[in-house]
């Protein structure tokens, strides 16, 4: 089993600094994964010919939004 010194442990701070960041990065995968979930949607109702309006076509700032560009 290690010893560390005290200078080599986390302080609290740097811990709630690492599970806002952790939060973050959970509700941005949340999101992003949901807009790739719906693209997947829109693409096969276009393959499918489906009658309905499909939002296929991107302005290239939502796209870079997508992808965190």
């Known amino acids: 089993m290690n010893t560390f ?3 080599e442990l986390a302080s609290k701070k740097d811990v709630k600094e690492l599970r806002e960041t952790v939060q973050e990065l959970i509700q941005s995968f949340s999101f ?3 807009t ?3 693209l ?3 693409f096969d109702l276009a393959r499918e010919e489906n009658p309905f309006n499909v939002n296929v076509w991107l302005k290239p700032s ?3 939004g997508i992808l965190k560009i």
């Open 40 to 42: 997947r949607m829109d």
């Open 5 to 7: 010194s005290r200078e």
């Open 32 to 34: 992003t994964r949901e």
């Open 36 to 38: 790739v979930d719906q």
């Open 62 to 64: 939502e796209f870079g």
